[in-house]
């Protein structure tokens, strides 16, 4: 079983829609999670962090956290074009190690 | 925010050479950064965990002696990829973590390895 999992899309989002992501991992224990956005050919941007459940918002993102579900999730309001990417799912249980999913490609389409 | 970098951003080379890749944190003290490796559309794989003045943690599967890390100074570590094979190419990308919080990490703009 993967440590963290994500649909790896595409995912096809209409311009001003909302986009979800969607991330389940597997140790209890975590304690932090994250969510990261990576273009083609670059590293990955930190977008969001949150530690404890219910949800977090900053601007047009969203994340959403369920511990007892092992669930954690993306929302971005008004999808724009340049929201296209590869979103990752991170966590991380103890010693800063970070566990990263696959990755949700995202498509914003006009 | 937290600014690391890399150096090369990119380096070809022939196969059985040796590659050294920089990472710096660029405005903030790094006693602990991170090196992981991506495939074409495959995700981050830890691979090392470099720790200032001390050996660094290798993650289950990788080769100690075949990736070097050096973690000489609060914010240098410098990744050598040695005998480097084709099957090495790869993008490597560090991280430090950053104030916010002790497991937020920021990421170096990462160096594309091609080994012919």
């Known amino acids: 079983q993967k440590e963290v999992e994500q649909n790896s899309g595409p995912l096809s989002v209409p311009e001003g829609a909302i986009a979800s992501l969607n991330c389940t991992y597997s140790?209890?224990?975590?304690?932090?999670f994250f969510w990261y956005r990576q273009y083609s050919g670059k590293s990955p941007e930190l977008i969001m962090f949150?530690?404890?459940?219910g949800d977090k918002e900053d601007g047009r993102f969203t994340a959403q956290l369920n511990k007892a579900s092992q669930y954690v999730s993306l929302l971005i309001r008004d999808s724009q074009p340049s929201d296209s990417a590869t979103y990752l799912c991170?966590?991380?249980?103890?010693?800063?190690?970070?566990?990263f999913g696959s990755g949700t490609r995202l498509s914003i389409r006009p | 925010g937290a600014v690391v970098s890399q150096h090369p951003s990119w380096v070809i080379c022939k196969s059985g050479t040796s590659v050294k890749i920089e990472c710096r944190s660029l405005?903030?003290?790094?006693?602990?950064m991170f090196w992981y490796r991506q495939f074409p559309k495959k995700s981050l794989m830890l691979m090392a965990t470099?720790?200032?003045?001390?050996?660094?943690?290798?993650e289950q599967g990788v080769e100690k002696d075949k990736f070097l890390i050096n973690h000489a100074s609060l914010t240098l570590s410098t990744l050598t990829v040695t005998s480097a094979h084709p099957e090495d190419s790869s993008f490597y990308i560090c991280?430090?973590?950053?104030?916010?919080?002790?497991?937020?990490?920021?990421f170096g703009p990462g160096t594309r390895l091609t080994v012919l």
């Open positions: 991280s430090a973590p950053d104030h916010q919080g002790p497991d937020t990490q920021y």
């Open positions: 140790d209890r224990g975590s304690q932090s």
């Open positions: 949150i530690y404890s459940n």
């Open positions: 991170a966590v991380s249980s103890s010693a800063s190690k970070i566990i």
């Open positions: 405005d903030f003290q790094a006693t602990t």
């Open positions: 470099s720790n200032e003045g001390s050996k660094a943690t290798y």
